[in-house]
């Protein structure tokens, strides 16, 4: 059961004996429950959140992709005329060409074709392509082919869901089943959007913390699924190859981080 | 300008992926914008730039999976020369060939370079059969492609009733039509889309 208040969603898990807010604004999470007759409001990690610990060789390559292509446009374009070498990266930023505009980018596409996915899990409605505009259209053919293939059938979709016992909580893209394909095992799905529709090695960890973390929920998953649709139309599935106690493994690294940085 | 040079590519039967790549292309029968203006003496044109055929061609090719490259050299002769690459990244099918620059061996090199980005723009768009337009603001002026031409109520009714019965539900058929990037409104299609459906078609029956 869900209910909105203030800004917040909660999420009720009677069988469990806590609700679970969720705040979009600031995509953060708090566990209510009763502790001796008294109510209690825990902040808990995201699962995100708790990643960004982890070092992310590819990402630098990216960022320095991405202002290097900035800084070259915008010297082709004559915008860099008296600017020093120093200051370069300056007006990259200033004028949105550098890393943070393009992963806003990156940000507003991944959050549109989850909401394609959502749409279709509500209503069993396909998506209409020509109302995606391109590149956008590309992930969304691709979301598409990967509905087409599996045809899923939503048991839960956009769900929230936390590790009372460990303290984080996330939100899980899809939990269905695709009898479709001749079982009827529920699949935990993670929905990635990058232009070559990359697994990246850190989603498994994020796909192995909501396995936990659901099993807590009473959602458990027979199958952990990562799912990449790319630019070109294509997408890829894999299994997650991560378990609880890699994921563990990694909160405790975050955890003793933030205890060192206060 | 200078001489085109076809290399020996091999018979056009040889390359059926880059040619089915090219042709799904074409069929978007895409019009690039004359975006800058020239001047040859009195008569002043029009013309569409290398960035306005990058920003529109390249994120096209990528899709299809097709690489475009050129290269500046010296041709047999010790001529100045444009040698250029469409490759089809998958199957390493390829059409590849020279364009002389019509600069003699005494050029400036600023003259090269001018001639190099000419022939960048002439090669790029006669390869892909690219036309600029004057603007893309009036719909009128685009020329469009027979491939582009909306089907008849006949040839409608006879392909959705082919992916009704491929497909087991409207839901699906929908899907498929959204996985090939085609519209599920019937009175949009075109022989493109046409295309388009046959070719998914094939590559969902190969999958099975």
């Known amino acids: 059961m869900t209910m909105e208040k203030e800004g917040s969603e909660f999420f009720r898990f009677d069988e469990q004996g806590f609700v679970l807010e969720y705040r979009d604004v600031s995509h953060r999470y708090w566990l209510h429950e009763l502790i001796e007759g008294k109510s209690s409001r825990t902040p808990l990690q995201s699962v995100t959140g708790v990643l960004r610990v982890l070092d992310k060789p590819a990402l630098l390559a990216w960022a320095e992709a991405c202002g290097a292509e900035g800084a070259l446009r915008l010297e082709r374009m004559g915008e860099l005329e008296g600017v020093s070498f120093e200051n370069a990266i300056n007006v990259v930023r200033m004028l949105g060409m550098g890393m943070d505009a393009k992963r806003d980018a990156a940000a507003d596409r991944g959050t549109l074709v989850h909401r394609v996915l959502e749409h279709y899990g509500r209503t069993g409605e396909a998506p209409e392509i020509s109302d995606f505009e391109f590149p956008v259209r590309g992930y969304v053919q691709g979301l598409c082919s990967w509905l087409l293939e599996w045809m899923p059938e939503p048991v839960a979709i956009e769900q929230p869901i936390c590790s009372r016992l460990h303290n984080y909580a996330g939100r899980v893209d899809l939990f269905a089943r695709s009898p479709a394909r001749g079982r009827d095992d529920l699949y935990l799905w993670d929905l990635k959007t990058n232009p070559a529709g990359t697994i990246y090695t850190e989603s498994h960890l994020q796909t192995a913390a909501y396995e936990l973390a659901g099993i807590e929920c009473g959602l458990e998953p027979d199958m952990v699924m990562l799912l990449a649709v790319a630019e070109n139309g294509e997408f890829q599935v894999s299994p997650c190859h991560a378990s609880g106690d890699d994921f563990l493994a990694v909160l405790e690294v975050s955890r003793i981080m933030r205890r060192l940085a206060k | ?208």
């Open chain 2, 1 to 208: 300008m200078g001489d085109v040079k076809m290399d020996s590519n091999g018979a056009e039967g040889d390359k059926p992926e880059l040619w089915a790549a090219l042709l799904a292309l074409q069929a978007e029968a895409l019009a690039i914008q004359r975006d800058a203006e020239g001047q040859i003496q009195n008569r002043k044109y029009k013309y569409a730039t290398l960035t306005a055929l990058n920003e529109k061609m390249l994120p096209r090719l990528a899709h299809y999976g097709l690489l475009w490259t050129t290269k500046p050299i010296r041709d047999e002769d010790g001529e100045h020369a444009l040698a250029y690459r469409m490759l089809h990244v998958a199957s390493g099918e390829r059409e590849t060939g020279i364009m002389g620059l019509g600069v003699d061996t005494q050029a400036t090199p600023q003259m090269i370079g001018s001639a190099i980005t000419y022939m960048r723009r002439y090669s790029f768009m006669a390869i892909l059969n690219v036309v600029p337009v004057e603007t893309d603001d009036d719909g009128a002026k685009v020329p469009r492609a027979a491939a582009e031409r909306k089907l008849t109520e006949r040839r409608r009714t006879n392909a959705l009733s082919k992916l009704l019965a491929r497909f087991d539900s409207l839901q699906t058929v929908e899907l498929f039509l959204g996985s090939i990037g085609v519209t599920t409104r019937s009175e949009e299609w075109t022989d493109s889309d046409l295309l388009k459906m046959k070719r998914g078609l094939e590559k969902r029956g190969e999958k099975k």
